[in-house]
């Protein structure tokens, strides 16, 4: 069993629709991150969070510690947002170092 | 201020010989991380650098090395290619532990 599962791994919506992302880990962890991938690879760190709730204009980052659980979410979805969205954690193996592990990715369509 | 500069950003090499990427990270950056990107196994944690000392290493065969400079660029290094290893190779850069900031990617193809 992966570390770090997302789903949907595929989603198409239409434009306008409110969108969420699930991301869940086994691990015990010390900060979870959302990455957006564009066709091309250029990735963009959209959100890094250990607790709470992040909200950048459209887009809003939850996670729950205890349930071990993220959600991404992004309101009034646009074709702009077609992306491959992914989730990452952070595990501490002991002072500063660390390891990232990655959710598969979820494809996210918006047609118009 | 310049985002993070990978290059090149494409390159083919035959089997069984090296390459070298270079990644140079945002003015002020210290941390530079490598990642591995295939469609089989997602993306993946290569190696970790801060202040020219590999910090943090991800589960690859010593084929796959790297190093920092005093200017906080980086250089990874795959010593005898494989086809395997045809993937897109990213860095990313960050203050400590901070927000990760990634470069365009070298998509390196072994034929």
């Known amino acids: 069993k992966n570390e770090v599962e997302q789903s949907p791994q595929n989603l198409t919506a239409q434009e306008g629709e409110f969108i969420t992302i699930n991301c869940s880990y086994s691990v015990g962890i010390s900060a979870l991150h959302w990455l957006q991938q564009h066709p091309g690879g250029g990735i963009v760190s959209l959100f890094m969070l250990s607790s709470g709730k992040k909200k950048h204009g459209r887009l809003i980052a939850t996670i729950n510690i205890q349930e071990k659980h993220s959600s991404l979410h992004i309101t009034a979805s646009h074709p702009r947002d077609s992306a491959v969205y992914i989730c990452?954690?952070?595990?501490?193996?002991?002072?500063?170092?660390?390891?990232?592990?990655f959710g598969k990715g979820t494809l996210l369509t918006v047609n118009p | 201020k310049a985002g993070v500069t990978q290059t090149p950003r494409y390159l083919i090499k035959t089997r069984g010989q090296q390459v070298t990427l270079s990644c140079s990270p945002i003015?002020?950056?210290?941390?530079v991380s490598w990642y591995q990107q295939t469609p089989g196994q997602g993306l993946q944690f290569l190696f970790e650098?801060?202040?020219?000392?590999?910090?943090n290493k991800g589960n690859f065969p010593g084929r796959f090395s790297g190093r920092q400079f005093s200017n906080s660029r980086s250089e990874m290094n795959v010593s005898t290619l494989e086809l395997g290893d045809s993937a897109l190779y990213l860095c990313a850069s960050s203050l400590e532990q901070g927000r990760a900031f990634f470069g365009q990617g070298t998509r390196l193809t072994v034929v």
């Open positions: 990452a954690v952070r595990t501490n193996s002991g002072g500063s170092n660390y390891k990232l592990t």
């Open positions: 650098y801060f202040s020219e000392t590999q910090r």
């Open positions: 003015s002020g950056h210290r941390s």
